[in-house]
């Protein structure tokens, strides 16, 4: 069955502090991984697809990486506006259309 | 731009009643998908459809269903309410059919069951 694990499930930072949030998915064929940024009582908001292993993508104070295994978002010098609930999500073969398939998630609060 | 729109934002309703969700895709988007997301959880795939057909479904009871008009917006219909359909219900519109797409997704509708 197609999965993903997002860890850990709270983390809470000072602003400054770096660090990564991890997201290890078990599918039968990747198609596609999804980082998100949900804010409370809010959808979900694209932040990068990567789709083949030693892939990285960035943006601004977000970085993320790809494994055959595993992915990470780094969070370099975070600030308070980055608190949030970062969502990690599967695109996999045989999966019904072309469904997102999401972890958890890992909420982020940074404090000043 | 306008986003991706869904209405109403808020609903409450009782048990066996029931309610119909809209959404409105990105100007030129085909394919609109649904997730159920409850309280500290990640969304979950209820419908995927495009071009109108349906291409996708989750594992969810036949009380819900769905359809896209010709002008690509979607309703969600969910029948005889349980408490357990409480939850955050999430329009996703997308520009395509195939992998690889981010979708970009509406702000919800909070359905409350009581």
């Known amino acids: 069955e197609d999965q993903v694990t997002q860890s850990p499930e709270a983390l809470r930072l000072q602003e400054g502090e770096s660090s990564s949030l991890n997201c290890s998915y078990t599918v039968s064929g990747l198609r596609g991984l999804f980082w998100y940024r949900q804010d409370p009582g809010k959808g979900p908001e694209f932040l990068f697809t990567l789709y083949s292993a030693g892939e990285e993508k960035e943006k601004e104070r977000l970085k993320a990486t790809l494994t055959k295994k595993e992915s990470f978002l780094h969070i370099t010098a975070p600030k308070p506006e980055d608190s949030a609930t970062y969502l990690c999500?599967?695109?996999?073969?045989?999966?019904?259309?072309?469904?997102?398939?999401f972890g958890k998630g890992t909420t982020l609060s940074v404090s000043s | 731009d306008a986003g991706v729109t869904q209405s109403p934002t808020h609903l409450i309703k009782t048990r066996g009643q029931q309610v119909t969700l809209r959404c409105s895709p990105i100007s030129g988007h085909k394919s609109v998908s649904w997730y159920q997301q409850v309280l500290g959880q990640g969304p979950q795939f209820i419908f995927q459809y495009y071009e109108k057909e349906e291409r996708g479904r989750g594992n969810f009871p036949d009380r819900f269903s769905a359809r896209q008009f010709p002008n690509y917006s979607s309703e969600l219909n969910v029948n005889a309410l349980l408490l357990g359909d409480s939850a955050l219900y999430l329009c996703a519109s997308g520009g395509g059919d195939s992998y690889g797409y981010g979708y970009t997704f509406g702000s919800g509708t909070r359905l409350t069951v009581v």
């Open positions: 999500a599967v695109q996999a073969v045989g999966q019904a259309g072309t469904a997102l398939i």
